[in-house]
């Protein structure tokens, strides 16, 4: 029997014979002696075990993983092997409150008892399996046995030396056939014939990518290469997990296929090339890397991703719900998303740089009225050295100790009081020091985050193209990333907003979806009450207060005479999806309204409410009983949202996650209603030869640059495809799109803040 030892963390009650079945016998050390300790660092580790006397090495948790190897997420290499005899694992103890985790201690846990009874062995990667391609001939012959196998899709991937295809170009691509052999073909081996015949592959097999987006974009802007059937792998996984995070093809291949941690060998190289040559991270490129170390690394992507189509798209294609959305909405969505992110973001360099330099001036000005305030020198005078408001701890001692303002109750992660942005808000009620210092914060992330970044990422027609994600969210909402997150533009600040500005004889045109998740949420209710309330067609809120309250008015008075019933109203509107109670209630109409509005009151509103919109309660307790009992949760257009914490022993987890999946069915229906209709406009402005550019999604936001000629044309059309009925539509009153038309995404508030200068 293999000698065997487990590392733990610190010791713990986890009886972790029983935990592993008694399938085998274990030494068990712990990397700290000592139980009191919240945080375990090297410094504190007084373990004395020798790895090599011991056949097998089970590490428990990230801490024992990080402590003998450099790997720090024990998640993806949980019953992997790694270097040689260590086999990582997640700690077993935290399935009391993270239920979603024991089918990866179950499969690891499987996993580690073959390889220490000598039944499981990794698989060695050569040439018979991953190749190099370097000769135009021999990549033709490559590309030939592709068309020729009888399998309908191959897997293909690009090695580039950047992000964008604008930034970057192309060093090879990979391909795989038949999943049992990858190549590596060289694109500077490429001749007519090449390109030729890789388009008639793209034209007769379905071409499978690990995130077409990115691939996509490269070889359509390198090499003009059409896709008329593709498919990717990454948000077939999507469909399967739908939390963010764990949806690389790295992954993926450790999880789903035999191959485990296939480009350790390249990366390895890269950190003795970096430290050989003093290259920092961020400086390092890919074609620094020779061919015959990216080969291997380059051609098991695409066998690895052809593994993973295998598994998955049967799994998919057997679930009608999630086939739909995977074909009718991903994929149509990453054609779309492809298109846009070309389209670019239209920035104008002049506003951009007039921006930087007023927000640098502003900053100054605030800062300089800070340390000339009496109370701060006092306060550097009885401290002894100067102020610096990006020190929470000198923050916390100004505001709390010698200011003596009142703490909003509000605690980070350690216990201390918060001095976030909401507290500091909240705080300059008592004084003009926290608004003052927000200000100076706020000014600052704006022009550090922004405006600086922005500028050196501009392409050279003055577009940014930043990235667009369909598997970022639980909800289905996209994400952004990239050169810049364009779901967080400031807010409260034109300034960001007013640099997307159109060009000349063109408009910026904003389309966005309103009240949409209370729409989604009456169809689905077949609620006729709430559903009347959009037929109407008069101001949303004060039709409800009036409906809810029964008041004694018009509805087009309801605004002036009961603001607060109709404040109150607003906030059980929008709260009910979230699951808010009076207590919610209660603080949300306070803050919004300025006057205190009690829990009884909250719950008077609630029953009131529900009185008059009976049969949405029914829908909600109906939909909250159902994820409570199943676990998951189906949206309209198919999405599944697994939400197994419902088995969770805290109460407070468990309720957060019934809410979660309520909230799930309405965000998710609404998100995709606007999408599906951008992605119909993206179509319809690409078959009608429009010169109307699609540039971004941000929230429940369209945004295009059109001609002024195509304004109305545009409108109307994307107009009716936003409001299509697909199926959950309001007979009578299609969802609600309101237009902004202006020259710049800040409708006109940049000029009115710097006026007409720039």
């Known amino acids: 029997m293999p000698k065997v030892a487990l590392v733990e963390t610190k010791p713990s009650k986890t009886n972790f014979k029983s935990e592993f079945d008694n399938a085998f016998d274990f030494d068990q050390f712990q990397l700290c002696s000592d139980p009191t300790l919240k945080k375990v660092l090297k410094r504190d580790c007084d373990i004395e075990m020798n790895p090599d006397d011991y056949d097998w090495v089970v590490l428990v948790g990230s801490d024992a993983l990080k402590y003998y190897t450099k790997i720090n997420s024990v998640t993806e290499y949980s019953g992997k092997k790694v270097e040689g005899k260590f086999l990582p694992v997640i700690n077993p103890a935290m399935l009391a409150f993270k239920p979603e985790a024991r089918k990866v201690w179950e499969e690891s846990k499987k996993s580690i008892v073959e390889y220490i009874e000598g039944k499981k062995e990794d698989v060695v990667i050569d040439d018979s399996i991953a190749f190099g391609i370097q000769d135009t001939e021999k990549a033709n012959d490559f590309i030939r046995a592709a068309l020729e196998s009888p399998i309908g899709y191959v897997a293909l991937d690009s090695e580039t030396t950047g992000l964008y295809p604008r930034d970057g170009y192309m060093l090879g691509i990979s391909l795989s056939y038949d999943g049992r052999t990858g190549a590596y073909i060289d694109t500077d081996c490429f001749d007519d014939e090449t390109e030729r015949l890789l388009q008639e592959l793209f034209d007769k097999k379905i071409v499978v990518f690990h995130n077409a987006k990115f691939d996509m974009a490269f070889f359509e802007y390198h090499f003009h290469f059409k896709f008329p059937q593709f498919g990717d792998t ?50 390092f490129s890919w074609d620094f890397i020779p ?133 500091l808000k909240e705080l300059s009620l008592q004084s003009d020091v926290p608004k003052r210092i927000l200000d100076i914060r706020q000014k600052s992330k704006i022009k550090n985050t922004y405006l600086d970044k922005i500028i050196p990422q501009l392409d050279r027609d003055s577009r940014l193209r930043t990235g667009f994600n369909l598997h970022g969210t639980t909800s289905g909402r996209l994400s952004s990333s990239g050169k810049l997150n364009m779901q967080q533009l400031p807010r409260d600040n034109p300034t960001v907003k007013g640099c997307i500005k159109a060009a000349e004889g063109h408009k910026i045109v904003a389309m966005d979806l309103t009240t949409a998740e209370v729409y989604v949420a009456a169809v689905l209710a077949e609620d006729a009450a709430l559903m009347d309330v959009f037929r109407s067609g008069g101001n949303f809120h004060s039709t409800i207060a009036h409906k809810v309250f029964k008041l004694p008015c018009e509805v087009e008075e309801v ?73 998951f949760i189906y949206s309209f257009f198919g999405r599944k949202r697994r939400l197994p914490n419902v ?100 409708m006109g508030k940049f000029q009115k803040m710097y006026g007409d200068s720039v």
């Open 234 to 283: 990454m948000l077939l996984h999507y469909l399967i997990d739908e939390n963010p995070g764990g949806h690389g093809l790295k992954q993926l291949s450790l999880k789903y296929t035999p191959y485990g941690d296939y480009e350790k060998p390249m990366y390895e190289w890269i950190d003795r090339y970096r430290k050989e040559h003093g290259i920092l991270k961020d400086q």
């Open 291 to 423: 061919f015959d170390v990216m080969k291997t690394y380059a051609a098991m992507d695409a066998v690895c991703t052809f593994l993973i189509y295998e598994k998955f798209y049967p799994a998919i294609h057997k679930n009608k719900k999630l086939l739909s959305v995977y074909e009718n909405i991903l994929l149509p969505g990453t054609r779309f998303l492809v298109d846009t992110q070309d389209n670019g973001v239209p920035f104008n360099r002049t506003r951009l740089l007039f921006g930087q330099e007023q927000m640098q001036n502003d900053i100054d000005e605030a800062i300089s009225a800070l340390y000339t305030n009496d109370r701060i020198r006092k306060f550097e005078e009885l401290n002894g050295k100067p102020f610096n408001p990006n020190s929470t701890v000198q923050l916390r001692s100004l505001l709390f100790d010698f200011l003596g303002l009142n703490p909003t109750g509000k605690k980070t992660g350690t216990g201390a009081d918060s001095t976030d942005a909401e507290v």
């Open 559 to 631: 605004a002036e005479l009961y603001a607060d019933r109709r404040q109150a109203a607003k906030a059980v509107t929008f709260g009910i999806m979230y699951g808010a109670g009076p207590a919610k209630i209660s603080e949300q109409v306070t803050k919004d309204s300025g006057k205190y509005f009690s829990r009884q009151e909250a719950s008077e509103v609630i029953k009131d409410y529900f009185g008059a919109f009976h049969k949405l309660k029914s829908w909600i307790d109906s939909n909250q009983k159902f994820i409570e009992t199943n676990g």
């Open 647 to 746: 088995e969770s022993t805290d109460p407070g987890i468990r309720s957060h996650s019934i809410r979660s999946g309520l909230n799930f069915l309405v965000q998710s229906a609404a998100s995709d209603i606007n999408l599906l209709g951008a992605i119909d406009m993206g179509a319809f402005i690409k078959s009608q030869q429009m010169k109307s550019r699609i540039f971004a999604l941000v929230h429940d936001s369209i945004l295009a640059e059109v001609p002024e000629g195509e304004v109305d044309f545009y409108c109307k059309q994307l107009q009716h495809f936003v409001q299509m009925d697909r199926g959950i539509t309001i007979p009578g009153a299609p969802v609600g799109c309101d237009f902004e038309i202006g020259e710049d995404y800040s």
